[in-house]
């Protein structure tokens, strides 16, 4: 199974908007509004930041948004801060035929 | 609290084996199906394996199948990962997780397999 495309990287200004997005195929992210996102900062465990396309765990900041359109799911952090930089990771459910999920290749965010 | 602490790591010569465990505590173990993610260094999140809450359904990745095993004792909140065959591709920090709604809300703090003679 292949990963999901993320951009390698992304840059904002504090308090600007940025979007990394996902994008598999039809027979992932296409098919099942069951994207998540997690955060990684270096040395550390990922953290979960939204699942099911747009839903966000207790205790995650309303500053991180997820949507979804076709075979591609984005992730939006507005109001950038110095703490959002890190590695941002896309997963997907794929189905139970094969292995049934399958992570992007990941975005790191440069806060400038 | 939720907690997964990782153990069995280290250090491995290429075409041996390890057996990872992770202990389970402050959710009802036997509910939730469980994983091993892993991440090579300077790498991106793989996922290893997956095992339903009572064992029924068993995922391997491509690059671990027919090598690694994963169990879990409900009894004991532990999952486990026995890797035999052991590849300097496979040198990476695994992480136990737990799935809940399609999606890993919790995780353990990694446990550093290097293989490498």
């Known amino acids: 199974q292949s990963a999901l495309t993320q951009p390698a990287s992304v840059s904002g200004s504090p308090g600007q908007s940025i979007t990394i997005s996902c994008t598999g195929t039809?027979?992932?992210?296409?098919?099942?509004?069951?994207v998540s996102w997690y955060q990684q900062h270096p040395g550390k465990a990922p953290k979960l930041m939204i699942y099911e396309v747009s839903k966000r765990p207790s205790g995650v900041s309303n500053r991180f948004s997820g949507s979804k359109s076709g075979n591609t799911a984005s992730l939006t952090i507005s109001g950038l801060q110095a703490e959002d930089e890190a590695d941002y990771y896309c997963?997907?459910?794929?189905?139970?035929?094969?292995?049934?999920?399958?992570f992007g290749t990941g975005t790191k965010v440069t806060v400038l | 609290e939720v907690q997964l602490v990782e153990s069995g790591g280290g250090l491995v010569k290429p075409g041996g084996s390890l057996r990872l465990s992770c202990a389970a505590s402050g959710f009802t173990f036997s509910s939730y199906s469980m994983n091993w993610v892993r991440q090579a260094p300077g790498k991106g999140l793989e996922w290893v394996s997956s095992i339903s809450s009572s064992s029924s359904y068993i995922y391997y990745a491509d690059s671990v199948k027919g090598r690694f095993t994963i169990s879990r004792d409900n009894a004991k909140n532990s999952l486990y990962l026995q890797m035999n065959s052991l590849r300097a591709e496979d040198t990476a920090v695994y992480y136990c997780?737990?799935?809940?709604?399609?999606?890993?809300?919790?995780w353990g703090q990694g446990t550093l397999v290097t293989v490498s003679s």
């Open positions: 997780a737990s799935l809940f709604r399609y999606s890993i809300f919790y």
């Open positions: 997963c997907s459910y794929a189905g139970s035929s094969t292995f049934p999920y399958v």
């Open positions: 039809s027979s992932d992210v296409g098919s099942y509004n069951l």
